[in-house]
């Protein structure tokens, strides 16, 4: 086995530095500009003879894993607020997270459903 000399342990171990400094920056950059506004909205209808007529043309809003912070703010959310109450929806669903830390969550309460928000 060949010994490595310190000039290429510098070198690949200084090497390795800046990838995990470009990986780390990336994935942050991802994660806190990129990744909170890729909002999907998602359209289905469900065909199942055993649902009650009641459910018929019932539309069911899902809303999940907002994740409210200072990296994204409650002004943020208005956007998808609008978007959800434009639907007209007869059920709203918040899952997944929708804080973290110590934000607040007033900003979802301006979401309207006609039959109920869970």
Not at 10 to 37: D, M, N
Not at 52 to 75: E, G, M, N, Y
């Amino acid at each position: 086995m060949k010994q490595l000399s310190r000039r290429q342990f510098l070198k690949g171990a200084a090497g390795a530095s800046i990838l995990g400094l470009l990986a780390t920056t990336c994935g942050f950059g991802y994660a806190r500009y990129i990744e909170p506004h890729m909002i999907d909205t998602i359209s289905l209808t469900i065909h199942d003879a055993q649902l009650p007529a009641l459910f018929d043309q019932f539309k069911i809003a899902q809303f999940s894993d907002v994740h409210l912070s200072h990296t994204f703010p409650a002004k943020d959310v208005e956007a998808v607020v609008k978007k959800i109450n434009a639907e007209s929806p007869d059920l709203i669903v918040f899952t997944g997270d929708l804080v973290d830390f110590q934000a607040t969550i007033e900003e979802h309460e301006k979401a309207k459903a006609s039959c109920s928000i869970w």
